[in-house]
């Protein structure tokens, strides 16, 4: 099993030394995972091996679920118990050829390299992928030797392997590494040991430093001149494409208006949770509208569809930017929970429907964006993986959604979304007034 340099942008070390009383490693991983580590090593230097066994057989179903890879340090025979992805050697353990041989061809074998003797030794013994370093010190290794730079790049010009750059790495100086080679960077204390606002180490003060450390590691492997940070871009439609969130916020009271009816204020709180054809059925017993279910229902979908076919507007600055990220090679997509046809007259009445590849409608696919997986399959449709996409979204869920799962973001702000405003700042990559700071704010990442 050859490992792909993508799972080396963000790989975690593990050090259960930071954890309170009662706190799980597991708790913090999948925190951690949550918010883009690519690849997982358990590391428990001072554990018993029945204590790695019991935490590598919590572990590897964890990593399994997010699709990242599961190394375990130097303990092959663990790694072999529980059928982990791979085992990493340094050069005073056991050797590339000897792990091989106890985990088969299919497992990946990664090995320490210090120098570029020792990085050729360990890619003709079969490895898979290096960890170099220290490149800035250690913290949680003291007898670590200061790995120059310029070894780095030695090293990256010799062997042909992915590389993970390791050692001291921290918010402040990971982008040090730019042009080094190097496809990503392994964190201990940079993810374990980060305090959130009130001093305290916690799961979420992890995940906000693999946020902030998953974005800076693209940044740095994207300087190495060898990686297309983002191939994909998927749009959300309403309030992100184009300004229709009004239709949806006051359809029920274009339709009560239609009737000559005031609307009451109280309204849109009761209509919230109701699904089109209650909201039909409380119409007609409430405001005695003496028609069908079916007619209301059919009435309510002649007003959208009027305002998508004839009314709706484009966001300002939004072709230009299609347009420019077409020219970029960028495949585009989109990914609504608004109907087909509504979607494809609005876009193809504006002039920018040809721009896209795919769309992926929450009613064709059964599925939500509460969940990844419909972002997932538009972005595997369009040939990219999560951590190459860029999702474009107005809905406070849907970016936490992409966020969570690997996806680089840009909120967009919308005249309905202004109550999530400081979340939505807090949750994605950017946070977009209007679209003409796309171009200034991307040009360097694809």
């Known amino acids: 099993m050859k490992i792909d340099k993508r799972a080396m942008r963000l790989y975690a070390v593990t050090d259960r030394r930071w954890l309170s009383e009662g706190e799980t490693l597991t708790e913090y991983l999948e925190a951690v995972l949550k918010a883009g580590v690519t690849c997982v090593q358990l590391r428990e230097k001072n554990s018993s091996k029945e204590e790695m066994l019991r935490e590598a057989r919590a572990v590897q179903p964890l990593c399994a679920a997010y699709h990242v890879p599961f190394i375990i340090n130097d303990d ?5 118990a529980v059928d982990a992805d791979g085992v990493h050697v340094g050069q005073e353990d056991t050797s590339v050829l000897e792990a091989r041989a106890v985990l088969g061809p299919g497992k990946i074998i990664g090995a320490s390299a210090h120098n570029v003797e ?17 490149v800035f010190g250690s ?3 003291q007898d670590a030797s200061y790995l120059p730079m310029e070894t780095l790049k030695e090293i990256r010009r010799a062997v042909d392997l992915p590389i993970v750059a390791i050692g001291g790495i921290t918010e402040a100086n990971i982008l040090n590494l730019s042009g080094s080679g190097a496809d990503g960077a392994a964190v201990i204390s940079a993810l374990f040991a980060q305090k959130d606002e009130t001093g305290k180490i916690t799961p979420q003060s992890a995940a906000a430093a693999a946020r902030r450390l998953r974005k800076l590691s693209e940044e740095m492997a994207v300087s190495n001149g060898k990686t297309k940070r983002i191939r994909a871009a998927l749009f959300d439609v309403d309030g992100t494409l184009t300004d229709s969130m009004y239709i949806w916020e006051s359809a029920d009271e274009m339709l009560l208006k239609q009737h000559h009816i005031a609307p009451p204020p109280w309204l849109k709180e009761e209509l919230d949770a109701l699904t089109l054809r209650q909201t039909a059925v ?7 509208l003496h028609e069908t279910p079916e007619e209301t229902m059919d009435e309510i979908c002649k007003i959208v569809e009027e305002e998508y076919f004839y009314k709706v507007q484009g966001k300002p600055h939004v072709e230009s930017v299609l347009s420019w990220l077409s020219s970029k090679g960028v495949a585009l997509g989109i990914v609504t929970a608004s109907e087909r046809y509504h979607v494809e007259a609005a876009c ?14 929450c009613t064709e ?7 990844p997986e419909i972002f997932e399959r538009a972005a595997a449709k369009l040939g990219a993986l ?10 406070l869920h849907a970016v936490k959604t992409a966020a969570d799962n690997g996806f680089w973001t840009a909120a967009v702000d919308d005249t309905f979304n202004q109550k999530y405003s ?25």
Do not use: C
Not at 76 to 80: L, P
Not at 282 to 288: I, T
Not at 348 to 361: A, D, N
């Open 365 to 371: 696919t059964g599925l939500t964006k509460h969940t």
């Open 118 to 134: 020792e990085a050729r030794r360990a890619a003709e013994q079969g490895a898979d992928y290096l960890g170099v370093g220290a």
């Open 282 to 288: 409380f119409f007609n017993e409430r405001f005695g």
């Open 386 to 395: 999560p951590q190459e996409t860029i999702v474009f979204e107005d809905a």
């Open 348 to 361: 193809k009445r504006l002039g920018i429907w040809k721009y896209f590849q795919e769309m992926f409608t």
């Open 422 to 446: 400081r979340e939505l700042k807090e949750t994605a990559d950017w946070f977009l007034k209007d679209y003409s700071q796309v171009e200034k704010i991307l040009n360097g990442f694809i």
């Open 139 to 141: 913290s949680t290794k």
């Open 76 to 80: 092959v025979e663990t790694a072999k």
